[in-house]
Structure formats: structure tokens, C-alpha cells
């Protein structure tokens, strides 16, 4: 493929990740996604044959681009405690999204679920990166065998104010969450590295 066809690849990757966080992926049609990038189906079907093949390129090209985001983090910021208060303010940094949306990665995780989709694991490699990532800043803060375990209650409650701030439509409530949130990191830090 020559670079004018990969720059289309991506360009229908990233619409269709939008119409998937959106408007789910059952709800998303080849049609949708042609229609949002300006293409013709038959230059579509160059492309992709199956909204599966889309469904696996949005899923890797999120993997990559989480993988990335949470690197720069690691560079960016000396030390663990602010690499997680950064993962935790990506919530009241994308709070309007939320309040619509939901989260991108929990609802496409939820739904790939409920459709008991065969990508469904592959999707949830999504969670599993920022669930390694999350344990490996807590060991570097001084958490032990526990680390994994208030990696993945980070994970369950960022998801959970996620989800009751779409539910309700209140970035009030998520505001308060993430309040709380970073004040129950601090004591969990200070149980276990004291």
C-alpha cells in the first residue's frame, strides 16, 4: 500500500472509532463509517471487507495509542504518584465526552461483552495495558504483592464514575469522584509504604 492509501486506512480507522464510541458498534454501519470519511463502499471495501477487520484495526490502533500515552506519562512525570493522579484526571479532562459517551474503553469492552463478540479479549487488552501499567507505578511507589490488586480497584472505580456520569449526565458527581478518589490513593499509599 502506497502512503496515500494508508493515510485513508487510518482515516477510516479513526472514524469508525468514533462512531464506535458513539454510536456502539452494532449501531455502526460499513455505510456510517464510509459516509463520515468521504468515501465510496466500493474504495471502502479496498480497504476493510468486514466491520471485524475495522473492529480489530480500532482495537490495536487503541492498544498503540494508550501504550503511548501512558510512555509519555512515565517519561513526563518523575514519580509514580503523579503518573497516577494524571490517569485519574483523564476523567475530568474528558468529562463532557463522558457525560455523553461514557468511557470509550469501558463501553466498547461492555458491549464487544455483551455481544459476546469473538474480539471481545482482544478488546479488553485495552484495560489489561492500563491495569499492568497502574501496578507497575504502584511497585514503584512502594506497593507489593497488593499493587495489582489497587491497580484493578483504580480501573473498577474510574469505570464505575464513568459509567453513573453518563447514567445521571452529572460532571458534578464526577468532579466529586475524582476528589475522592485521589484522597483514597493517597491513603492506600500511605498504609502500605509507611
Known amino acids: 500500500m502506497g502512503q496515500k492509501a494508508d493515510t485513508l486506512r487510518q482515516r ?5 472509532d468514533q462512531l464506535f464510541y458513539e454510536q456502539g458498534y452494532e449501531n455502526t454501519s460499513f455505510s456510517d463509517i464510509a459516509d463520515a470519511v468521504g468515501i465510496s463502499r466500493g474504495n471502502f471495501y479496498y480497504h476493510f471487507k468486514t466491520k471485524d477487520e475495522i473492529l480489530n484495526a480500532v482495537i490495536a490502533t487503541r492498544v498503540s495509542d494508550i ?39 469501558g463501553t466498547l469492552c461492555t458491549e464487544l461483552a455483551k455481544l459476546h463478540h469473538q474480539m ?11 491495569r499492568d501499567w497502574l501496578t ?18 483504580l480501573l ?3 469505570q ?4 453513573i456520569t453518563t447514567a445521571f449526565e452529572d460532571q458534578a458527581f464526577l468532579r466529586q469522584e475524582v476528589k475522592r478518589l485521589k484522597l483514597w490513593l493517597d491513603e492506600v499509599i500511605a498504609q502500605h509504604v509507611n
Open 12 to 16: 477510516i480507522v479513526a472514524e469508525a
Open 67 to 105: 501504550e503511548a500515552m501512558l510512555n509519555q506519562w512515565t517519561a513526563e512525570y518523575p514519580n509514580p504518584r503523579q503518573r497516577i493522579l494524571h490517569y485519574i484526571d483523564i476523567l475530568t479532562n474528558n468529562q463532557e465526552n463522558i457525560k455523553q459517551h461514557g468511557c470509550p474503553i
Open 120 to 130: 471481545r479479549e482482544d478488546a479488553n487488552q485495552m484495560l489489561t495495558v492500563m
Open 136 to 153: 507497575t507505578q504502584l511497585k514503584e511507589h512502594g506497593l507489593g504483592k497488593e499493587a495489582k490488586q489497587v491497580a484493578m480497584h
Open 156 to 158: 473498577a472505580r474510574s
Open 160 to 163: 464505575g464514575i464513568a459509567t
